[in-house]
Nanobody, 126 residues
Framework: QVQLVESGGGLVQAGDSLRVSCAAS????????MGWFRQAPGKEREFVAT????????YYANSVKGRFTISRDNAKNTVYLQMNVLKPEDTAVYYC???????????????????WGQGTQVTVSS
């Protein structure tokens, strides 16, 4: 069983940067594919970024490519999402997810993940 706890969300202005974190319990974090997804009010949950157990490869949604960076620190059981040049359309609840196997490009698919965090709110004002 893996427990995921997100943190770092908040209210920022358009153009600002923010980093959200996801701390995972358990001793096998280094073997998990990790992903970030988001859900805006009235919309379905959508893929943001994913990272393999080793840290490479990574995949990004087109809407965030070049602005967001996913990374992980296996020694700290933590995955990060650095978000730069934030836009109002980035406003959503951001969820961390873990899969107990390497997913590769299938890391973009929510139902491939085994564990989910409770989410952290990111609000970008214009």
């Amino acid at each position: 069983q893996v427990q995921l706890v997100e943190s770092g969300g908040g209210l920022v202005q358009a153009g600002d940067s923010l980093r959200v974190s996801c701390a995972a319990s358990g001793r096998t974090f280094s073997g998990y594919q990790m992903g970030w997804f988001r859900q805006a009010p009235g919309k379905e949950r959508e893929f943001v970024a994913t990272i393999s157990p080793s840290g490479s490869p990574t995949y990004y949604a087109n809407s965030v490519k070049g602005r967001f960076t996913i990374s992980r620190d296996n020694a700290k059981n933590t995955v990060y999402l650095q978000m730069n040049v934030l836009k109002p359309e980035d406003t959503a609840v951001y969820y961390c997810a873990a899969a107990a196997s390497y997913l590769g490009v299938f890391g973009t698919v929510p139902k491939k993940y085994d564990y989910w965090g409770q989410g952290t709110q990111v609000t970008v004002s214009s």
